[in-house]
């Protein structure tokens, strides 16, 4: 599979694998974003890409800056008719501001395909199945 990738800004630089067979596609901040404790911030990628039809482009923490700092990714669904930029949007969990810098890998994103559905609405869903209604802690463990 291909990704086509333009660059909206001139300091943007492409996505990267960061090794060979990598899931994640590394993508970088083009700017310096301050993250108050507990604060939600977007960072700019300058980054526009072109996900194949039938495939949707699923954004994912990198652990680094996850582990290491606090950030967790906020949404994280690109559909594959979307050509603006791609912003991640990041909030700190920490207690401790964190700036994160231009040039810096802020999350990554998997490219996957998936299925289409059709959605019916109906009176009755089938049951007899092993879970049920059984929502948290429904294997016994809590």
């Given at each position: 599979m291909?990704?086509?990738v333009k660059k909206l800004k001139e300091n943007a630089k492409l996505p990267t694998h960061g090794?060979?067979?990598?899931?994640?596609?590394?993508?970088?901040?083009?700017?310096?974003?301050?993250?108050?404790?507990?604060?939600?911030?977007?960072?700019?990628?300058?980054?526009?890409?072109?996900?194949?039809?039938g495939c949707g482009g699923f954004i994912w923490d990198k652990s680094s800056i996850s582990f290491g700092h606090g950030l967790k990714v906020m949404g994280g669904v690109i559909d594959s008719g979307y050509r603006g930029e791609i912003v991640?949007?990041?909030?700190?969990?920490?207690?401790?501001?964190?700036?994160?810098?231009?040039?810096?890998?802020?999350?990554?994103?998997?490219i996957q395909?998936?299925?289409?559905?059709?959605?019916?609405?109906?009176?009755?869903?089938?049951s007899g199945t092993e879970r049920g209604e059984g929502r948290e802690g429904s294997t016994g463990h809590k």
């Open positions: 291909n990704l086509k090794h060979s067979g990598d899931a994640g596609i590394d993508f970088y901040a083009t700017e310096d974003v301050l993250f108050k404790a507990g604060a939600q911030a977007r960072v700019p990628t300058g980054i526009a890409i072109e996900i194949p039809e991640m949007s990041l909030i700190n969990l920490s207690n401790q501001d964190f700036v994160l810098k231009e040039g810096h890998k802020v999350a990554q994103m998997i395909k998936f299925e289409n559905c059709d959605i019916l609405e109906v009176e009755e869903l089938s």
